[in-house]
């Protein structure tokens, strides 16, 4: 597509309860981020996918979150027995890598999924 | 490990003053350097990026920004500010390594013009 399109834009989950936030990157793109954005603050990095690597989740801040990228396209990011802390914008970018020297990349973001955990 | 600091929460300009908006980092080797750009009810958008050559690069919006190494410093400046100029600005970095090295962003400043 033109853009990376993100689902839901908005999600009220209650506490304990699991959601599911998607991401489909710009055809192409090799490299897909997921960060999170609690209250307009900054971008904490949660995990990088690129190409058939092995995904850096160093980001991911507990054993409740996971994510997966299927076919080096679309992407899920899966958060169990949600928590209120959990609440945040949480923001997929991908990027095209070209060649071995691959750090030179624009990420593209998308609008984000605001999940809020009553 | 690589990080990146921007160590103003917000920065207050009148308009048609010079902007700066301040990052440092830290990274092994020669750091790939970005600004990204969030305005009120938007998306990240790109501004500008420094990967080697000169160190001033020029990006979008008459934005600029000056890569040293010495001072391991990003700063973002911009001659004459506009309102419209009013937003949440990211530094970004990323070592160098391969394509295995991930984007790391500040903690974000917002920045105020005022008319």
């Known amino acids: 597509g033109a853009g990376v399109s993100q689902s839901p834009s908005n999600k009220v989950t209650e506490k304990g309860k699991d959601v599911e936030l998607r991401c489909d990157p710009i055809s192409g793109h090799t490299a897909l981020y997921w960060y999170r954005q609690s209250l307009g603050q900054g971008l904490e990095f949660l995990i990088y996918?690129?190409?058939?690597?092995?995904?850096?989740k160093s980001g991911l801040p507990s054993d409740r979150f996971s994510a997966e990228r299927t076919g080096g396209s679309v992407s899920t990011l899966t958060i169990q027995r949600t928590q209120q802390e959990d609440s945040a914008v949480y923001l997929c970018a991908s990027s095209l890598v070209i060649g071995g020297s691959s750090g030179a990349n624009v990420l593209t973001f998308g609008a984000g999924s605001r999940l809020t955990v009553l | 490990a690589q990080s990146v600091a921007q160590p103003e929460d917000q920065v207050n300009v009148a308009e048609g003053n010079p902007l700066t908006v301040k990052c440092t980092y830290s990274v092994s080797g020669n750091p790939y350097l970005f600004w990204y750009v969030q305005y009120p009810n938007r998306g990240l958008q790109f501004l500008l990026k420094?990967?080697?050559?000169?160190?001033l690069v020029k990006g979008s919006y008459g934005f600029e920004a000056e890569f040293n190494k010495s001072q391991t410093s990003f700063h973002l400046k911009k001659p004459s500010a506009l309102v419209s100029d009013s937003a949440l600005y990211f530094c970004a970095v990323r070592a160098p390594y391969s394509s295995a090295s991930k984007i790391i962003f500040g903690s974000g400043t917002r920045l105020s013009i005022r008319p």
């Open positions: 420094y990967i080697t050559g000169d160190n």
């Open positions: 996918f690129q190409g058939n690597s092995a995904p850096d």
